[in-house]
């Protein structure tokens, strides 16, 4: 695997961090789209290169145009990428991120950034049910050595509505998100080995999204869900 970043995507990113207003933008609005190329040819790499191990739907880059209608910072652009991989649904539940910013912003997640409510129910009636399968996964060296031995995300300050604030699991059970990133410096962006490594990771992932995917697709019985 030997495509690379674009050391010119960085240098780029870092003028607009210091010029984010639409009338440098429009200026520099050529080399911006020279950029953005650039930028979707490694994202659309990573793509062919999961999809050898990973059933993918499709890729979805976000637009660099930040919708400032109801956010205090008013600023027009983004200044990163990013681009999200989707997993072919309802089979497959889970998804892969890949955020490129400078100044050692970047980074990779994957997992369950925003469960809808039904979802949520489900995963929290697994764990109240049997949170042994989860932990071993969370506990296991290969996986944690790369995203660490516990998820990140929101949290209810108490037991949601129906479950025992006692319960073995409740740490578990309180988490609104399910998810873990992995960052990385500038260097190691701009390697040749970086997109091996964001593949080796999402490869390590497997395990949590194969339990996730099960416990998605079935009831509290284990029967399918789907037709």
């Known amino acids: 695997m030997s495509a690379l970043v674009s050391k010119d995507i960085f240098s780029f990113l870092k003028k607009l961090e210091k010029n984010n207003n639409r009338d440098w933008f429009n200026e520099n609005k050529p080399e911006f789209k020279t950029i953005e190329q650039e930028a979707k040819s ?18 979805k880059i976000f637009r660099i145009y930040r919708d400032v209608r109801f956010s205090k910072n008013k600023l027009p652009y983004k200044t990163h990428f990013g681009g999200s991989l989707h997993r072919v649904k309802p089979k497959l539940r889970g998804g892969y991120y890949l955020h490129l910013q400078p100044n050692n912003e970047s980074f990779i997640a994957t997992g369950f950034w925003q469960p809808e409510k039904e979802d949520l129910l489900r995963i929290r009636k ?3 049910m049997d949170d042994e399968e989860i932990r071993d996964i969370l506990a296991n060296k290969d996986f944690n050595s790369i995203w660490g031995s516990s998820f990140e995300g929101d949290e209810l300050k108490t037991a949601p509505k129906g479950f025992d604030k006692t319960h073995k699991a409740i740490d578990l059970i309180k988490k609104k998100q399910y998810f873990f ?5 500038d260097k190691e962006v701009l390697s040749p ?4 490594d964001i593949d080796n990771s999402f490869k390590a992932i497997r395990p949590f999204f194969d339990y996730m995917s099960d416990v998605l697709t079935t009831d509290l019985n284990g029967e399918s869900l789907i037709n």
Do not use: A, P, R
């Open 42 to 59: 490694f994202y659309n790499t990573l793509l062919d290169t999961v999809k050898v191990h990973d059933d993918i739907d499709k890729l």
């Open 126 to 128: 697994e764990f109240e």
């Open 181 to 185: 990133t992995k960052k990385y410096t």
């Open 193 to 196: 080995g970086f997109l091996s």
